[in-house]
């Protein structure tokens, strides 16, 4: 798709540098990158700043990065931390550890098994999260949806008595749904499942909904 | 705004078409993401579309998807003029450019039916700097030659059109978009025109 000139950024220790077009870029220790910065492989293991948009490939992050612009990657693993002011657009996410974005996320495929706070909209073909704590995104829409909560019902009970570990939706919006430990306003789709510890006002379905005894739904309808 | 709004759930339903087809056409660019118009109603925040215009474009979608990749309707949609070319006829229907411009372009490059994206920005930017005053029509031909050799180089990058006068010769520059220029003290600089924001205006005026 990219023609990639054959440079390549190596930050090991602290160290800064202008953005441009690259083919690897990685950073051991603290790097800024001042402006907007496209490359094939971005590896952060440190903390890492770019002042303005990345563009990646295959985007690795464990540690520390805070992006200014907005970040597209085709794949991106992050088993660190991550804030982004803009948006987030890509192919396919994992997101291991910690993930806050200002503006929407678009993906085909979007896989969290950590914590994820989107004050836009998640948009993906088919979503699976495991809440380790308190997700929240303004609104939730796809093909797939699969929320549940991670590890045992006892640390999650434990744990719960200390923060919420909710995943928390203004809409939740899919063809198919299956939800546990979610609070929504409104979770429209097809199928839809209401698995243990929902709380949602309403629920409009157009071909299944079963809803867990413990789940409170004020508000269900067919459409 | 726009009073004729449709509900998301109406147009699911009017259409036909699932969450899902609708949300992956969106991250596909398909549908802009201004129609996406969120407003409170009772039940929590909904989002409407622009019900002519969603109609239309989904419509399309559903037409053409047979025969095109989603990423070639995406092209065929996008508003960026890159992919765009326009009607000699149409553009003076729509009083964008006075005849004299016209004149001058085709002088230079021949008489043409149907406009290319960078033909058009030319062209705009000649009408825009001969009704400045500031330019004359020699000057306009060298222009539209600066614009016609080197503009593609910008690939899409931001550029600024730079307009240089010295003991009244005149020269053109098109340089990377916001860098700094100084010239000595008996050249003029006449006008920095940034070509983004031609751009812009030509777009607005095409979309009306």
Request: charged share 25%; hydrophobic share 35%; aromatic share 8%.
């Amino acid at each position: 798709m990219y023609d990639y000139p054959s440079g390549d950024i190596q930050i090991n220790g602290i160290a800064s540098s202008n953005g441009g077009t690259f083919r690897r870029v990685t950073v051991d220790g603290m790097g800024t990158i001042h402006g907007d910065l496209t490359c094939m492989d971005f590896a952060c293991n440190g903390t890492c700043k770019v002042d303005g948009s990345l563009r990646a490939e295959r985007a690795s992050i464990d540690g520390i990065s805070k992006i200014k612009g907005a970040a597209h990657a085709d794949q991106l693993r992050i088993d660190g931390k991550v804030t982004i002011n803009g948006k987030l657009t890509g192919e396919e996410f994992q997101v291991n550890g910690h993930l806050k974005i200002h503006g929407d996320c678009e993906a085909e495929r979007f896989e969290s098994n950590g914590i994820f706070v989107i004050q836009g909209m998640l948009n993906a073909g088919m979503i699976e999260v495991a809440a380790h704590g308190p997700c929240s995104a303004q609104e939730i829409g796809g093909e797939q949806i699969t929320i549940r909560h991670a590890g045992s019902q006892f640390m999650t009970k434990l744990l719960g008595t200390f923060m919420n570990t909710h995943v928390t939706a203004t809409t939740i919006e899919g063809d198919y749904i299956s939800l546990e430990h979610t609070t929504a306003k409104v979770v429209r789709g097809g199928r839809i499942n209401i698995g243990p510890d929902c709380i949602i006002e309403r629920v409009e379905y157009k071909d299944e909904l079963h809803i867990h005894p413990s789940s409170i739904v004020k508000y269900h309808t067919q459409i | 705004m726009e009073d004729n709004l449709i509900s998301k759930k109406d147009l699911l339903e009017l259409t036909g078409i699932s969450y899902g087809q609708l949300y992956r056409w969106k991250r596909k660019d398909l549908i802009p993401e201004d129609w996406f118009i969120r407003k409170s109603t009772f039940t929590g925040q909904e989002t409407f579309f622009p019900k002519d215009k969603i109609l239309d474009r989904i419509d399309k979608i559903i037409h053409l998807k047979d025969n095109a990749s989603l990423d070639d309707l995406a092209d065929l949609f996008s508003p960026n003029l890159s992919e765009m070319a326009l009607y000699a006829a149409d553009l003076k229907q729509r009083n964008i450019v006075s005849d004299v411009s016209w004149q001058l372009l085709t002088a230079q490059f021949g008489e043409a039916e149907v406009l290319t994206y960078e033909r058009l920005i030319a062209l705009y930017v000649l009408e825009q700097m001969l009704q400045t005053g500031e330019m004359n029509r020699d000057e306009g031909r060298i222009l539209l030659q600066v614009l016609n050799d080197h503009y593609k180089r910008f690939d899409g990058k931001s550029c600024d059109l730079i307009f240089i006068r010295k003991m009244g010769v005149a020269t053109f520059l098109l340089i990377s978009g916001g860098s700094e220029v100084y010239l000595e003290d008996h050249a003029k600089l006449v006008q920095r025109i940034a070509l983004s924001s031609s751009i812009e205006a030509l777009k607005t005026r095409l979309s009306k």
